[in-house]
């Protein structure tokens, strides 16, 4: 099994990315996936994270209302759109796999993660 991130960067406050995850799932629509960051000294904490269906998502507090996880079974990736970017959104982000139906916010429940992707926000 193999998630390999991409689309992060260096951006300016206020600018959007969207990170796309492409899994190597035999039955991706099988599997809950979570976006998480780590910033320079800080715990892995959750961002995002999506119900096998797609019908049901989970954000934090922090991200509510400028980021969407949203995914595409025809081509086994998730994506995490974030706007409004701001500088406390620097971090590593990391996309995660689990086999079960609902949305999942615990890193501990996840099996399978990416390499993690930089995401830099400048003020």
């Known amino acids: 099994v193999q998630l390999v991130e991409s689309g992060g960067g260096l951006v300016q406050a206020g600018d959007s990315l969207r990170l796309s995850c492409a899994a190597s799932?035999?039955?991706?629509?099988?599997?809950?996936m979570g976006w998480f960051r780590q910033a320079p000294g800080k715990e892995r904490e959750i961002v995002a994270a999506i119900s096998w269906s797609g019908s049901n998502a989970y954000y934090s507090d922090s991200v509510k209302g400028r980021f969407t996880i949203s995914r595409d079974s025809a081509k086994n990736t998730v994506y995490l759109q974030m706007n409004t970017l701001k500088p406390e959104d620097t971090a590593v982000y990391y996309c995660?796999?689990?086999?079960?139906?609902?949305?999942?916010?615990?890193?501990?429940?996840?099996?399978?993660w990416g390499q993690g992707t930089q995401v830099t926000v400048s003020a």
């Open positions: 995660a796999a689990r086999d079960y139906p609902e949305v999942m916010v615990v890193a501990g429940e996840y099996d399978y």
């Open positions: 799932l035999r039955t991706f629509s099988h599997y809950a």
